[in-house]
């Protein structure tokens, strides 16, 4: 059974960095069939899709174009994890964080529990 | 950009009622179309993919249904436990796109 268990500050003040950690258990960050993904969730935007890494030979890289010039989501390999790091937040970047597993679809199958950030002074 | 619109934004039903929510799309998405349940404080849970494949665990009483720009997602007898919000979301390889949910309330 795959599990994704969530860490990171649930505050931040406007422009500095958001950045949350996502550990999998039953599941390998390295997988070749697996990509692992970070989705918001806000009352004024809904369900939003901000990006993805996965391993295909190579590490890959996609992100949504609202946030890809200050979004970067990276895999450490030997703690069998990913993160996610957003720069120069805003009140508009506060939502439910969550990390998400999917394949070569953005379909997500297991989900990590959810972390609440607010952008705050 | 593709858009999805889901109908109604809250629907109140009983036990054992027939539920039916639908989700369109701005432009054709011919199969590429899921749905999600989420419960209040919990994250979303796939319930379909491709329309109408049912996920392994997921109740028979879910189907869905629909290609092209309108889907919709049936539950044939409500159960309690059934009481939640539901997202369509399109997808492909390389764009996820979700509408803006249906609440399930008890009537």
């Known amino acids: 059974q795959i599990q994704l268990q969530q860490s990171g500050l649930g505050l931040v003040k406007p422009s500095q960095t958001l950045s949350l950690t996502c550990a999998i258990s039953?599941?390998?960050?390295?997988?070749?069939?697996?990509?692992w993904n970070w989705i918001r969730q806000s009352p004024s935007r809904g369900l939003e899709w901000l990006g993805r890494?996965?391993?295909?030979?190579?590490?890959?890289?996609d992100y949504e174009l609202s946030v890809k010039s200050r979004i970067i989501i990276n895999p450490d390999t030997p703690k069998n994890q990913f993160s996610l790091r957003l720069n120069s937040v805003t009140p508009e970047d506060t939502a439910v964080y969550y990390c998400?597993?999917?394949?070569?679809?953005?379909?997500?199958?297991?989900w990590g529990q959810g972390t609440l950030v607010t952008v705050s002074s | 950009d593709i858009q999805m619109t889901q109908s109604p934004s809250t629907l109140s039903a009983s036990v054992g009622d027939r539920v039916t929510i639908t989700c369109r799309a701005s432009r054709s998405i011919s199969s590429w179309l899921a749905w999600y349940q989420q419960k209040p404080g919990k994250a979303p849970k796939l319930l379909i993919s491709?329309?109408?494949n049912l996920e392994s665990g997921v109740p028979s009483r879910f189907s869905g249904s629909g290609s092209g720009t309108e889907f919709t997602l049936t539950i044939s007898s409500l159960q309690p436990d059934d009481f939640a919000t539901y997202y369509c979301?399109?997808?492909?390889?390389?764009?996820?796109?979700f509408g803006q949910g249906t609440k399930v309330e008890i009537k």
């Open positions: 039953g599941d390998s960050v390295s997988s070749n069939k697996a990509a």
């Open positions: 998400a597993r999917g394949e070569q679809w953005l379909l997500f199958d297991s």
């Open positions: 491709k329309a109408s």
């Open positions: 979301q399109h997808f492909n390889t390389y764009s996820a796109v």
């Open positions: 890494t996965y391993f295909r030979s190579k590490w890959y890289y």
